[in-house]
T-cell receptor, first 117, second 112 residues
Framework: SAVISQKPSRDICQRGTSLTIQCQVD?????MFWYRQQPGQSLTLIAT?????????ESGFVIDKFPISRPNLTFSTLTVSNMSPEDSSIYLC??????????????FGQGTRLTVV | TQLLEQSPQFLSIQEGENLTVYCNSSSVFSSLQWYRQEPGEGPVLLVTVVTGGEVKKLKRLTFQFGDARKDSSLHITAAQPGDTGLYLCASEGGTSYGKLTFGQGTILTVHP
């Protein structure tokens, strides 16, 4: 199994500022994924981050608002830019379970609970 | 993107009762996963079902995959307070196992 560490675990931020969330995996992975979970709701995929290329964003999410870095095979960051209260959510990173085993599904970090005031 | 309809959205039951959560789609699933999420944690995979008609058991949890692979259910027998959490079904998109589309989720509360 993969161990995923996210920092910070929670933060309260002022509107108009930006927050960068870090995700560290204990093994090398090709793809990392960023999800958003709005209060009381399910998870929605923001983007897929591949090492060495630009992230691929899902419909409704743009790079200017959610820039992503992927400098190596064990680390990624997601920045929430120019925040508004509507950005208050839990942000989660994840990786595939599979690798050489071909197992389906994903491992998730514990999430970053963001509150924008 | 495949749409997953999950029901019910909320379940509040007493310890010892049974419950079933449903996950449906208008299109065929290649596979279907069930996750459980507790407050302050990320989702944890419970099971993956792949074959139509498949039944998998995990202690008091029984997972079924419909014959046509368009629906799945999670049945919990004799629920316990430790079962409390958010239950999510999810399907994989594209060629990546990690790119998931989730149902709306079922918030389960089991009262002692």
């Amino acid at each position: 199994s993969a161990v995923i560490s996210q920092k910070p675990s929670r933060d309260i931020c002022q509107r108009g500022t930006s927050l960068t969330i870090q995700c560290q995996v204990d093994s090398q992975v090709t793809m990392m994924f960023w999800y958003r979970q709005q209060p009381g709701q399910s998870l929605t995929l923001i983007a897929t981050a591949n090492q060495g290329s630009e992230a691929t964003y899902e419909s409704g999410f743009v790079i200017d608002k959610f820039p992503i870095s992927r400098p190596n095979l064990t680390f990624s960051t997601l920045t929430v830019s120019n925040m508004s209260p509507e950005d208050s959510s839990i942000y989660l990173c994840s990786v595939e379970r599979g690798g050489v085993t071909g197992a389906s599904g994903a491992f998730f970090g514990q999430g970053t609970r963001l509150t924008v005031v | 993107t495949q749409l997953l309809e999950q029901s019910p959205q909320f379940l509040s039951i007493q310890e010892g009762e049974n419950l079933t959560v449903y996950c449906n789609s208008s299109s065929v699933f290649s596979s279907l996963q069930w996750y459980r999420q507790e407050p302050g944690e990320g989702p944890v995979l419970l099971v993956t079902v792949v074959t139509g008609g498949e039944v998998k058991k995990l202690k008091r949890l029984t997972f079924q995959f419909g014959d046509a692979r368009k629906d799945s259910s999670l049945h919990i027998t004799a629920a316990q307070p430790g079962d409390t959490g958010l239950y999510l079904c999810a399907s994989e998109g594209g060629t990546s196992y990690g790119k998931l589309t989730f149902g709306q989720g079922t918030i389960l509360t089991v009262h002692p």
